[in-house]
Nanobody, 124 residues
Framework: QVELVESGGGLVQAGGSLRLSCAASGRTVSSYTMGWFRQAPGKEREFVAAIRRSPDGSTYYADSVKGRFTISRDNVKSTVYLQMNSLKPEDTAVYSC????????????????WGQGTQVTVSS
């Protein structure tokens, strides 16, 4: 129903910043609750951040990134962003965006469409 393509990953030093983008096709991102998840080698995928579908628009963050990461969306461009500041080596992972029809924002099983992911590497 919706195709998601992430971009913006790369290598950054600890304390630096990156902005990830997730472009959606098929429908505007406002029609979906959009989430960011990450997975490091040998670890399970974990929730990072999400923004509820319209008209709610509430944002949610994992405790580990709260205060450092910001999720936002541009409905005209149908793109969701994840601004990542004060990056730590522990943030190193493949970051994937996902779309859900529901208002539920933090449950991974609620997300039906997934992007391929973009690698974020934070050096010490």
């Amino acid at each position: 129903q919706v195709e998601l393509v992430e971009s913006g990953g790369g290598l950054v030093q600890a304390g630096g910043s990156l902005r990830l983008s997730c472009a959606a096709s098929g429908r505007t991102v406002s029609s979906y609750t959009m989430g960011w998840f990450r997975q490091a080698p040998g670890k399970e995928r974990e929730f990072v951040a999400a923004i509820r579908r319209s008209p709610d628009g509430s944002t949610y963050y994992a405790d580990s990134v709260k205060g450092r990461f910001t999720i936002s969306r541009d409905n005209v461009k149908s793109t969701v962003y994840l601004q990542m500041n004060s990056l730590k080596p522990e943030d190193t992972a493949v970051y994937s965006c996902a779309a859900s029809y529901y208002y539920t924002a933090t449950q991974e099983t609620s997300f039906r469409s997934w992007g391929q992911g973009t690698q974020v590497t934070v050096s010490s």
